[in-house]
């Protein structure tokens, strides 16, 4: 099992930068994959970027080159640097980890990240 903290989400403008964190309860090192959904108002849960304990990193189309997922095993984190936001980008996102390729995903509890002048 592992539980999930997220951290650093707010209010920014559009075309600003925020950053988001994930810390989980225990070593990193061997989960097979962690990342970022989002879940905006009427709408379902989506994948925003996920990266595997080999590095493998994958992106929403929406997303690809303005935001940047890395794994520190160091200190269990995940993080998510989000760059050039736009109003589209508002919604809660979560943290999840994935233990092994087969299993269910662990979710932490969400950060609002709001995008608005």
Request: proline share 3%; hydrophobic share 30%.
């Amino acid at each position: 099992q592992v539980q999930l903290v997220e951290s650093g989400g707010g209010l920014v403008q559009p075309g600003g930068s925020l950053g988001l964190s994930c810390t989980a309860s225990r070593n990193i090192f061997s989960i097979y994959a962690m990342g970022w959904y989002r879940q905006a108002p009427g709408n379902q849960r989506e994948l925003v970027a996920g990266i595997t304990r080999g590095g493998s990193i994958n992106y929403a189309d929406s997303v690809q080159d303005r935001f940047t997922i890395s794994r520190d095993n160091a200190k269990n984190t995940v993080n998510l640097q989000m760059n050039s936001l736009k109003p589209e980008d508002t919604a809660v996102y979560y943290c999840y980890a994935e233990l092994t390729h087969w299993g269910d995903p662990y979710w932490g509890q969400g950060t609002q990240v709001t995008v608005s002048a």
